[in-house]
């Protein structure tokens, strides 16, 4: 027990000594005033001096503050800093800063910060940063931000983040991270994101695993969800959206006839598992004449040379001869169950049963399918009717 008790005494000093070296180059003085740089209770010595408590009418400059630091206007410590800080405009830090920041305009500090910044214009940190950064217009990082951003314009990240950014505008990672981003307008991860890009606008990212949601994703590989109106990958698992283009998935033309219209085309595209619907349909009837337009979003299920898709179409149908008249199409949506066979490696046969509903104030349907079924009336001025069907065509490559 005397060992262990003689062995923790001398650990102790050995610890105060080291700490009694780091602190030699500063003369410590519990409370320091100041008015102006150069004007102080710390005279021309104030890059060694270090204070518990400094209050900067105008503003003022010191070596280290440990404890709170108040200036009307701004503050400026050489070294580091520990505690809190505030001021009407600006604080300045040279290497370290850990504990709380507040400025009107803006903060900055030269290396490292671990804590909280918060001010009305910027924050800036030259390495990295580890809490939460507030900013009315931006954050900057030089490296690495574990913690928490949010900014009304942008904030940036010269290589990673960890944890959260969040911007009215565009957020920035150089090297992506691991966490959420987002942004009002864009999301930008260099490389490699783990997490969620969410955005009012346009997310980026060189590779994911998570998820993208915004108007455009836009992403060099990615293993996970993408829910936007445009999808651009170069491979992605599953891209929800009116349009996704995806370089290693699929693109199919298609060929094909149903019960309501012979005469039908279209394209897919998407992933190897989920994609989108584009078509076009004409079924001739003389002055009766309808054209259909149909966009719609599916998923495929490929067994060897055979296949599965299911999918769900919706048409904007057209009849002449006034095609555009008494406000707008009818519409017609389609659930389909489609076979294939890959008869070659650029063609394939398909065929399926299909289940059709058909909305419209203007005619009950009767002569959309080519055979008739029950008519159903809603709100006595909608029609709808239900009825299965068939489709059957070709598919390449």
Same mark, same amino acid.
């Given at each position: 027990m005397r060992r262990a008790s003689l062995f923790a005494a001398v650990l102790a000093l050995v610890a105060a000594s080291a700490a009694t070296a780091s602190e030699g180059r500063f003369t410590f003085r519990p409370v320091s005033v100041s008015f102006v740089p150069g004007f102080s209770t710390n005279g021309s010595e104030w890059k060694s001096v270090s204070s518990s408590f400094s209050l900067n009418v105008i503003g003022g400059s010191i070596g280290r503050v440990q404890g709170v630091e108040l200036g009307s206007v701004f503050n400026i410590d050489e070294v580091d800093a520990l505690g809190f800080q505030a001021a009407g405009v600006f604080n300045t830090v040279g290497t370290r800063f850990e504990g709380a920041q507040m400025a009107g305009v803006f903060n900055v500090v030269g290396q490292d910060a671990l804590g909280f910044q918060a001010a009305g214009v910027f924050n800036i940190v030259g390495s990295g940063f580890e809490g939460a950064q507030l900013a009315g217009v931006f954050n900057i990082v030089g490296e690495y931000a574990p913690g928490f951003e949010a900014a009304g314009v942008f904030n940036i990240v010269g290589e990673s983040f960890f944890g959260a950014q969040a911007a009215g505008v565009a957020n920035v990672a150089g090297r992506g991270g691991d966490g959420v981003q987002a942004a009002g307008v864009l999301n930008i991860a260099g490389e490699q994101l783990s997490g969620l890009q969410l955005s009012c606008g346009v997310n980026v990212a060189d590779e994911f695993s998570g998820a993208q949601v915004g108007l455009v994703n836009i992403a060099g590989t990615g293993r996970g969800l993408q829910v936007g109106l445009v999808n651009i990958a170069g491979d992605v698992d599953v891209p929800i959206g009116l349009v996704s283009i995806v370089e290693q998935g699929m693109f199919h033309v298609n060929a094909w006839a149903t019960e309501f219209a012979p005469v039908n085309v279209g394209i897919k595209t998407g992933s190897n598992s989920i994609y989108n619907v584009f078509m076009v349909g004409w079924r001739p009837n003389g002055d009766s004449t309808r054209v259909f337009g149909g966009i719609g979003i599916g998923g495929h299920i490929p067994v060897d040379r055979f296949f599965v898709d299911v999918d769900l179409l919706s048409h904007g149908v057209f009849t002449g001869p006034d095609w555009f008249s008494d406000g707008g199409p009818d519409l017609l949506s389609s659930l389909r169950l489609t076979g294939?066979?890959? %008869? $070659?490696?650029?063609? +394939? #046969? $398909? +065929?399926? =049963? $299909?289940?059709? #509903?058909? #909305? *419209? /104030?203007?005619? /009950?349907? *009767?002569? %959309? =399918?080519?055979?008739?079924?029950p008519l159903y009336e809603w709100r006595g001025s909608e029609y709808v009717r239900v009825w299965p069907g068939f489709a059957a065509g070709l598919q390449s490559p």
């Open positions: 294939g066979w890959q %008869v $070659t490696e650029k063609l +394939a #046969v $398909t +065929a399926g =049963p $299909t289940l059709n #509903v058909w #909305v *419209s /104030d203007r005619e /009950d349907g *009767s002569r %959309v =399918p080519f055979y008739d079924l």
